[in-house]
């Protein structure tokens, strides 16, 4: 239970419409247990009417029914039984309809509540840092906002509705009943210490379950995730049987634990109906022997065995609302393990310095770092300049380090030693917002939505561009002749990530994306080797016009010679290893000559 308090903030934030519901709850129950006082009220005057005795008002009756049963105490018997009859049928009418207001409120507020959650659950992603991205699997986050929260929900509504009823219901109806024959209340309740401990071992047995069947349907969740992204490398391998094999078994597992977790529900429902049964037995036994002795007990014993049948579903739904309860906590535990996850990149700005102004040289001074989750040192005491207004080319080989500088730029990580500036303002210290959109960032992976060419375009800041200037800039990335050919020109879907189009398709709408945003920094990262060495040269004597007075970095494993760059740095193992214009490179006779000889022999050969 602990793990759902972390729920108490929503409760107050609904608090009218929970105490609105618990008072609904209260008033129908009320309602409920007076009609068994009528009932038992009739058939004792029934028993009177028929053995000849008249006896005056009792007053172990509640105060509505003595009320009731004054105003009628000069009816004649017919219309009294009439009377009654209507009473009941009134009373049934009033709780339906406090029960209508009642699941208006409790569960209304559980849907608020889920949408509360499933926000901030969602939220809380975004702000987490690309690290955690790194070591998370994405069916397992899907879940836990999914299933987890919809867990979490039947505790908030329905299991909270349930116990106020419960508790309502079964305190009216020990109340009436201690009035009316304590000795056999106390005969009837005394299955319920046994019922109590039942409760208190399964619930136990079913938490543990609970958070193991959550913990599979992530894997099973994750599993299906992946192979439905990855279907075409499935299909291309011919391992359509190994994967149904691998669901297969991660599907067994969560079978089997689920099958055990109902195999205990199973058990713990028919014990409660068992015990309310054994009340009922109890009852009907004892009261039987009483109205031997007392015919005047008949009207109680019958009350009685109302009452019993009335708290029978209440008290067999105690095994119900354990279960909720249960689940409930096994998935708040689990989405806790991720709300209370802080994100290692911390926006110290996050809400000032809207308007701060970012300008001149992009410094990288002493730059380390390590990729925590798998220890590889991938930067080792970087330090370079890029002044406003110049462009530079980083070259180097796979798994060099060219990446990381740029996921630096952007704070997706923080180094762990040395410093980035921009103007002499540390990057630390810039509202991440701020910092992000003032960079223009083409990643190597590149991402498509699952949504029209043109929204893909438009995506981010500039929601209001126009059709042309997403033409201008599609033209910019090479890519406008490509989409007119679709059927549907700029409004066709590309699919989820994209996968309606090819990997140049796909890398040159993210250009056009990135140029349309049109940031004072343009960061490129091998986002040209999908594409053809004609489009390419296109793209890059494009991208020359339009980058003019930009600052722009350029990381790449080819040699782009038609854009001319201020500075040039070759990477490898995560070191500046040559640094220099080109034709100084040129003549180092270094990496960088060797990668462009090597480079212009493939040109003439394909020519």
Known sequence: MKHLSALNKYFWKYRVRFLAGIIFVIVSNYFAVLAPEVTGYVIGQVQQYISGNHTSVKENYSASIVVLIRWMRNLNFKNLVIVCSLTILLLALLRGLLM???????????????????????????????????????????????EDVSRVRMYTGPAIMYTANLIALITLCLVNMLRKDMYL??????????????????????????ERVQALLSDLT????????????????????????????????????????????????????????????????????????????????????????????????????ASMVQRASASQKRINEFLNTKPIITNPFKHNKKDEILSGSIIFKNVSFTYSHTGVKALKNISFEVKAGEKIMILGKTGSGKSTLAQLLLRFYDPDEGSISIGEKNIRNINLKNLRNYISYVPQDIFLFSDTIANNIRFGLKKDSSADEIKQYANYAAIHNEILSLDKGYETMVGERGVTLSGGQKQRVSIARALLKKGHVMLFDDCLSAVDSKTEHTIVNNLNEFLNHKTTIIITHRIFVSIPFDKIFILDDGVIVESGKHDELLAANGYYAELYNLQLHEEETVN
Do not use: C, W
């Open 100 to 146: 209508f207001f009642m699941r208006q409120t409790l569960i209304v507020m559980s849907r608020h509540i889920e949408y509360d959650l499933k926000n901030e659950i969602y939220n809380h992603y975004q702000e987490l840092d690309a690290g955690f991205f790194k070591t998370h699997s994405t069916g397992d986050m899907m879940n836990r906002i999914t």
């Open 185 to 210: 209340t106390l005969v009837v309740i005394a299955p319920l210490p046994i019922l109590a401990i039942t409760i208190y071992i399964i619930n136990n047995i079913i938490h543990k379950k609970s």
């Open 222 to 321: 994750t599993n299906a995730q992946e192979s439905y992204s990855g279907i075409r490398v499935i299909k291309s391998f011919v391992q359509e049987k190994a994967m149904f094999g691998f669901f297969s078994k991660n599907s067994e597992a969560y079978r089997k634990n689920a099958v055990s977790l109902a195999k205990v529900e199973a058990i713990y429902f028919p014990s409660m109906t068992l015990m309310v049964g054994l009340s009922t037995l109890l009852t009907i036994l004892i009261g039987s022997n009483m109205a031997l002795h007392n015919p005047d007990k008949v009207g109680i014993i019958v009350e009685f065995v109302l009452y019993i049948n009335m708290l029978m579903f209440p008290v067999s739904a105690i095994g119900s609302v």
